[in-house]
């Protein structure tokens, strides 16, 4: 018969990972009793060892699930912690400091916690049992303890006690039943006594008399009965302790001592149940019963859940397998994909243009400062230099400072650091390109695999970044001594110069337009920069600070009004600017001097090719080459199936989707198990009726 236990605890624990609803599982025996009942020593006699949390403060704060497996065949003993991956523990003092620790990790604020530690212990000594303990009752709240803690112990009592589990209640022989907080509790649950079995521990401490009459109860009749045990391990024990020697037979042979030192009161016809022996062969028999009991309706139970979650598979995801791990490999490979696409379509045209529109930043930048360098009128300075630039169409080419100018700035330009700046730009829009790419894809639900991603792109991008921005310097060197110029550039350069400028035009002449919402309309703009205009021509003499205003005008707009005067300004020299380039004169490569914008447009195209082509073999080439590898690194085969699921649950349909399948599978083994269970059944009751 005891291989139907074995079989129904094994699915039990299986039902225990489908979760759910409360219907589907089977029973077990859920142990109560108030602090220092000896409950503890109860379940130790049942397993032969010294394995519980033992202290004076309050030390089981988390039921603990047991699960014990006869193992006939084989003399080790050791105890696994199902859901730490500890593996086996063949030391049962090491078991119990883990189940210290465990206990004591339950924040004090907390008091206790209904999330269950999963202990299985497997031995040739144990009978195949499925225990629940729980923390005792408390009678009075220590010092330390919060006042709750006695409600929040009962409530967790309450939640276990419920049918169909089996009540095993446990008082002492030394205190009253009619006080014992085991008893009452199991009454509120189960008023006629039908699923608690009563256990009376410390029969040593009272007259044998008592004892008996104790467990002869009629005030508190129990179907199952009261067990009498003395389940203390004799003094000696302090030598069992060290190893891992059985308990079990120490305690019985104390026991039976004891019992059969009085035959009147505990032998074979007293009529009473006594001894740790008779109690193990009791909560096997009940156990067995009481889980075949529920073995037809748990099986519909399991059965109806089954077909939901086969419908829900069915409707939901339309029967598609999926898998953790199947899940990331598509996932992977629609990504590289996208990537492929991604980089079919980002070369050296890409590459040049981005570039070019930096250099062409900085070139404006250049021309703005040698340049277009009108004064920056103040108020309180008026200044009346003369506008170099209105001069440069008409200068003399042979003239020094022009030709200062331009050497200056092709210098600057070509001096700027185009290494680092061309790597930059170009690392930081791969990298950019890479987040859309995830944005994308079904990575986007995933910042586990996100995280991954970008890292790989910047670890690539890192690696290379300062071997690349030295090359690329070291290319563009020559540049920076000499520029050898192509009519053939020169003419790019004067086609391509004249677009930057007109859109520097349109960004000054939008700067102005939302100014004029900004101070509060056209004319309002109109007045303070008529007034900025006369003041720098001494016009206006303005005296004092001019941060608290002037002119009737706020400090606040006349900084507005000089900051427009300014846009306006700007946008009149590249007007003026755009027509000289568009001039016969800027056609002509020989008035470079006078040609400033179009020269340096030229040079700052060739500082760009020339780029290009060491960034697209020490960058581009290379992270092309490597980034489908360090994803592979990274998110394939180097992942542990822990953190493929947790990867793949990441994505909550992901996760609704993996579930309805994992539960239908163990669903479906459950069920197996049971069938094979009833075959065993209806095989047993053959042969007992032939037998
Ligand atoms: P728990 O708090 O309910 O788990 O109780 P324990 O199992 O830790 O026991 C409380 C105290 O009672 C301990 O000092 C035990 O040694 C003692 N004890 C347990 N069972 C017996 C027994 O059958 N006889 C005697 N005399 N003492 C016992």
Redesign the pocket.
Known sequence: MMVLTKKMIEIRNILARVGQSSTLTLPSIVVI??????????LEAIVGHEF?P?GSNMVTRRPIELTLINTPDSDVEYGEFVDLGLGKIHDFSSIQRTLTELNQAVPDAQCVSDDPIRLSISSPNVPDLSLIDLP?YIQVVGQNQPPILKQKISELCDKYIQPPNVILA?SAADVDLANSTALRASRRVDPRGERTIGVV?????VDPMRGAEILNDKQYPLRLGYVG????APTMAGLFKKGNTNLTSAITKNENAFFSAHPLEFGQGSDVLVGTSTLRKKLMHVLEQTMSASLQSTGDAIRQELEEATYEFKVQYNDRPLSAESYLAESLDAFKHSFKEFTEGFGRPQMHELLKNELDQRMLDLLAARYWNKPIYDLAVPIAEPNSLVDLPTADPTNLYWRRQLDASTSALTKLGVGRLATTVVANAIQSRIDALIGHSTFVNHPFARQAITDAASSILNDRFYSTSDQVENCIKPFKFEIDMEEREWALGRDHVQGVLKKELSACEKALKDMEAHVGGRRKLKEVMNFVDKARKGDIIVEGESHVGAGGFSAALLAKGREAVFLRDRADIIKMRMMAVKSKQCANMQNKYHCPEVFLDAVASKLASTAVLFLNVELLSEFYYNFPRELDMRLGRHLSDEQVEKFAKEDPKIKRHLEVIKRKELLELVLDKMESLRQLEGREKERSKSG
Do not use: N
């Open positions: 009793g108030s602090q220092s009942s000896g409950k503890s020593s109860v519980l033992k005792g446990i521990t410390k029969m040593d401490l045990v003395v389940s203390r």
